[in-house]
């Protein structure tokens, strides 16, 4: 079990150009996440995905836009990269889905993705 | 969503309890509270989670009280192996919606 994995590890971008980070999951989860990382500032979410076919936006989602491609893969778009995009990159995966009533679960997170913007 | 706020740093000598506390003023009730681990270069990893009292595992303690305007993460006996970062997170049952602290470095002395 590879658990969740991300592809590229680490990316240079120039101010304009666009990329794809690609998040894949092994586990059967419903559920996939899209993070930011930036110094003294934790974890913020971008994109979600409760399910296959569906998206939704999260506290930051401005100048992103994702794929739920099947169950297994999320990928986060950046059409035209800009230096305040430049942080850590995490995606995750948790078991739960749409309709699955209350509570909440636990969330699997890959490895990361550094992306500098010059 | 309630917004929480925990230290920035805290030092601690090997073999001590150590005691994370987040603050989450505006909790709501159907919001449970959930501490992760994060190790340099790694993702976060699940560490603990409640929703009031008192939550053991094998290797950490989550202590919420009646008000729920806090919770304490105790980690016993720390080691080396414990320095990392430990953020907490309030996330709304049956929802996406999520907050994260921004996350306590703690750093194990020998």
């Known amino acids: 079990n590879a658990g969740v994995t991300q592809t590229p590890k680490f990316q240079v971008l120039k101010t304009g150009q666009s990329m794809t980070l690609q998040c894949a999951q092994d586990m059967n989860h419903n559920s996939m996440y899209w993070y930011r990382q930036d110094p003294g500032m934790g974890l913020r979410l971008i994109y979600y995905?409760?399910?296959?076919?569906?998206?939704d936006k999260g506290e930051v989602p401005n100048g992103y836009n994702v794929s739920r491609l099947n169950k297994r893969e999320f990928s986060l778009r950046l059409e035209s990269a800009a230096p305040s995009q430049t942080s850590v990159y995490f995606c995750?995966?948790?078991?739960?889905?749409?309709?699955?009533?209350?509570?909440?679960?636990?969330?699997?997170f890959g490895p990361g993705t550094r992306l500098t913007v010059l | 969503l309630a917004k929480t706020t925990q230290p920035i740093s805290m030092d601690s000598y090997e073999g001590q309890e150590v005691n994370i506390t987040c603050s989450h003023n505006?909790?709501?009730?159907?919001?449970?509270i959930t501490w992760y681990q994060q190790f340099p270069s790694q993702g976060p990893r699940f560490i603990i989670q409640g929703y009031k009292t008192k939550v053991t595992n094998e290797v950490a303690s989550l202590f919420i009280p009646a008000d729920r305007k806090s919770s304490t993460l105790s980690l016993p006996r720390v080691s080396l192996s414990d320095t990392a970062v430990y953020y907490c997170l309030v996330e709304r049952a049956g929802s996406y919606q999520l907050t994260f602290g921004k996350g306590t470095k703690l750093s194990v002395i020998p």
């Open positions: 505006n909790i709501a009730t159907n919001d449970y």
């Open positions: 995905s409760a399910s296959e076919g569906t998206t």
């Open positions: 995750a995966s948790s078991e739960r889905g749409l309709g699955s009533g209350g509570g909440v679960d636990t969330q699997y």
